[in-house]
């Protein structure tokens, strides 16, 4: 019975630990700044004191989220980026492509002519 207990509570934090790894993707999210919106996304958790821009705020959430404020009549819309990638698609470029950061302080004005893969762009 103990063993029957044990292997019980081990596969369940388990799956806990599996479903907290697998966490679900974000995306950025403009929605209407009205006063029932803002208490709606209030009492479901979002910050509301930022993020304001004209009339609107922009939150981040999941889809399911998303999905249970669009059941309580908030309209939400998906944001997208100059390019047309929402914001899950832009990181997703990123991270296969690397993160690429040049800071002046890298800079080498002098030329490396014994070993040129250590010169940077200037």
Same mark, same amino acid.
């Given at each position: ?12 934090? @388990?799956?806990?630990?599996? $479903? ?19 208490? @709606? ?45 929402? $914001?899950?698609?832009?990181?997703? $470029? ?19 002519? @014994? ?8």
């Amino acid at each position: 019975m103990r063993g029957t207990l044990a292997a019980l509570v081990v596969l369940v934090s @388990t799956l806990c630990l599996a $479903a907290s790894a697998g966490a679900a993707p974000l995306n950025a999210y403009r929605v209407d700044a009205g006063p029932r919106q803002l208490e @709606t996304l209030r009492q479901q958790g979002f910050d509301v004191t930022e993020g304001r821009r004209a009339g609107s705020i922009e939150i981040v959430g999941t889809s399911r989220q998303i999905a249970a404020l669009r059941r309580k009549g908030v309209k939400a819309r998906l944001l997208h980026d100059r390019r047309g990638r929402t $914001a899950l698609r832009a990181t997703a $470029a990123q991270a296969a492509d690397g993160w690429q950061v040049w800071r002046p302080y890298a800079r080498t004005t002098c030329p490396c002519p @014994t070993r040129p893969a250590l010169r940077r762009p200037t």
